[in-house]
């Protein structure tokens, strides 16, 4: 009498290309990014005339208000794709690269011409439009730059990937067939597959 001893044959795949960690990186992403504007992104020397007036430190939240709105929204986003089905999925994704785009491009922007940025913040703290200043950058908008970067591959990675990975919600689970997957399964598909009372081993 032969028996056979059931196994498993769980699908390995690289982290790259799994659900989870990529939405973690890309939380983890968006949250260092609003993190670097609480601290101080331009140092100004204001002068006038042969006075120099006290040094002013600007954070990145008022250097770059678009900055903080960006990452709140890719946040949100990265989020959203957690419980998105295939179509919400792609929305959700694609609103997470549109926004690491826009950090990016702002934030070169500040790099390019500090003084710029902060003109503003001179003038409210000297009075006058347009005060003439000596304006540079600290390393956290470099930082900032970086991390909008890592946000933005792990947004094309999910939106890559993401076209093979197992349907998320409820209403997309009725459409495929019993037994049926559509990719790998990481640890958020076992956990849902648990919910749902059935066995991901099989």
């Keep these: 009498m032969n028996t056979e001893t059931p196994h498993t044959t769980a699908v390995k795949t690289p982290f790259w290309q799994r659900k989870a960690p990529l939405i973690l990186v890309a939380i983890l992403a968006a949250l260092a990014v609003f993190g670097t504007t609480t601290q101080t992104w331009i140092h100004v020397v204001i002068s006038q005339g042969s006075v120099v007036q006290s040094d002013l430190d600007i954070p990145?939240?008022?250097?770059a208000v678009a900055v903080s709105a960006l990452a709140l929204v890719a946040?949100?986003?990265?989020l959203a794709t957690t419980i998105a089905g295939k179509v919400a999925r792609v929305i959700t994704t694609a609103i997470v690269f549109l926004g690491a785009v826009g950090i990016i491009a702002v934030v070169?922007?500040?790099?390019?011409?500090?003084?710029?940025?902060?003109?503003?913040?001179?003038?409210?703290?000297?009075g006058i439009t347009g005060q003439a200043s000596n304006?540079?950058?600290?390393?956290?908008?470099?930082f900032a730059l970086v991390a909008a970067a890592l946000l933005g591959v792990a947004a094309l990675l999910l939106?890559?990937?993401?076209?093979g990975w197992?349907?998320?919600?409820?209403?997309?689970?009725?459409?495929a067939p019993a037994g049926e997957k559509d990719g790998p399964v990481d640890e958020i598909d076992r956990w849902d597959q648990l919910s749902r009372g059935e066995d991901p081993t099989e």
């Design 75 to 78: 946040l949100a986003g990265s």
């Design 135 to 142: 304006a540079s950058t600290t390393i956290f908008p470099v």
């Design 159 to 163: 939106l890559w990937f993401g076209r």
């Design 60 to 63: 990145g939240s008022k250097a």
């Design 108 to 126: 070169l922007g500040i790099l390019a011409d500090p003084s710029a940025a902060a003109m503003t913040q001179v003038g409210a703290a000297t």
């Design 166 to 175: 197992s349907v998320r919600t409820k209403y997309d689970a009725g459409k």
